[in-house]
T-cell receptor, first 113, second 118 residues
């Protein structure tokens, strides 16, 4: 069974731009969560989607948003990029919401210049 | 609010020696507990998990962890480390059941960087 895939793997943007990251969960998994990983803050929960609905959101500004499609694939969007948004963005999938055995993708490394 | 503390930022162990990585958590209800490993430039790989039952859980790559409710700890152990175990290790806690109000996601510790000496 294929694992969680994330595209693109690397991305360079400039301040003020917006970016969209994509995540395809493991086949049959309906929950997708997003995390931001930085050296200073570590791993922080962004949001979770289940059945195309956002279930919960971490403590991030409204510039961070996401969505989930009917095939469970998910995208996250960051608008008006700031230097501090440079991070590794990790997507994780699980069978159902609340079942917190999450399987992580390789991440998208975003660099904001 | 839940939190996870990994007191050791770096640990250096000789190859073949035993390993114990510490993890303490704070959680208002029965937690699910996890250990993940991350190699440079990679995502997180699940080593093991504790949901309920036997407090000593076995994972992949020869790792085990023991849940001690009285100490709010979930320490990771391995009897003999290999050079390939060098990586970043993360302890995480999550809600035990779907609260119905939405999943809160996993709360991670800051990680322990494991260095293996030849």
């Amino acid at each position: 069974k294929a694992g969680v895939t994330q595209t693109p793997r690397y991305l360079i943007k400039t301040r003020g731009q917006q970016v969209t990251l994509s995540c395809s969960p493991i086949s049959g998994h309906r929950s997708v969560s997003w995390y931001q990983q930085t050296p200073g803050q570590g791993l922080q929960f962004l949001f979770e989607y289940f059945s195309e609905t956002q279930r919960n959101k971490g403590n991030f500004p409204g510039r961070f948003s996401g969505r989930q499609f009917s095939n469970s694939r998910s995208e996250m969007n960051v608008s008006t990029l700031e230097l501090g948004d440079s991070a590794l963005y990790l997507c994780a999938s699980s069978l159902i919401s609340g079942n917190n055995e999450q399987f992580f993708g390789p991440g998208t490394r975003l660099t904001v210049l | 609010a839940q939190s996870v503390t990994q007191p050791d930022i770096h640990i250096t162990v000789s190859e073949g020696a035993s390993l114990e990585l510490r993890c303490n958590y704070s959680y208002g209800a029965t937690p699910y507990l996890f250990w993940y490993v991350q190699s440079p430039g990679q995502g997180l790989q699940l080593l093991l998990k504790y949901f309920s039952g036997d407090t000593l859980v076995q994972g992949i790559k020869g790792f085990e962890a023991e849940f001690k409710r009285s100490q709010s700890s979930f320490n990771l152990r391995k009897p003999s480390v290999h050079w390939s175990d060098a990586a970043e290790y993360f302890c995480a806690v999550g809600p035990a059941v779907d609260s119905g109000g939405g999943a809160d996601g996993l709360t991670f510790g800051k990680g322990t960087h494991l260095i293996i000496q030849p």
